[in-house]
């Protein structure tokens, strides 16, 4: 660097230019900042990255429920109600309330190494809704599936939810 004024080269001038030892403690300080930030964002990133892909899997999950739900047959002329007959565990039916409960469970659909896998648990309700507002004789069945998965956070497992609900209305296969 050169300054104005001053000869580059000159017997009495032995002074240098450099930074201060405060100059250089604060750059370090801030480039350390700058560092760990950017550290603590990709952990984060990650984490929450991880946490989605659970979610979307807990999701399938409950969708694949519900489309067994869907496919079964509900005809009301011929008195074939299958809906009822879901591959659930400790299936219960109240017919005073008509509301059936089970519950199924499976493993999460995530790409995981070894022999780890998280298990996630799908909570079926279905409720059969008569009398519907503004559609008197119309028969209508409610299936909702809450999927519940766990997931670590902090060294410590947490439950999540994902919920799904869908209306089903009679085949009427009838001739």
Known sequence: MRLKNLPIESENCNQAFAFTLAEVVISLAIAALLFGGI?????VTTRRAEWTGY???AQSLAVQQLEQARSAVWDPSIGKNEITNLNLLSWTYTN???VGKGYSWAN???PVQGNNFTRATNFVTITMLTNVT???????QM??????WPYMIGGSTRLFTNSLCTYLAPDNRDL
Request: hydrophobic share 45%; net charge negative; charged share 10%.
């Open 39 to 43: 550290i603590t964002a990709y952990t």
């Open 55 to 57: 979610s979307l899997a």
């Open 96 to 98: 005073s309330t008509r």
């Open 108 to 110: 999460l659909d995530i």
């Open 134 to 140: 503004g559609a008197p004789g119309v028969n209508l």
């Open 143 to 148: 299936v909702h599936v809450d999927t519940v």
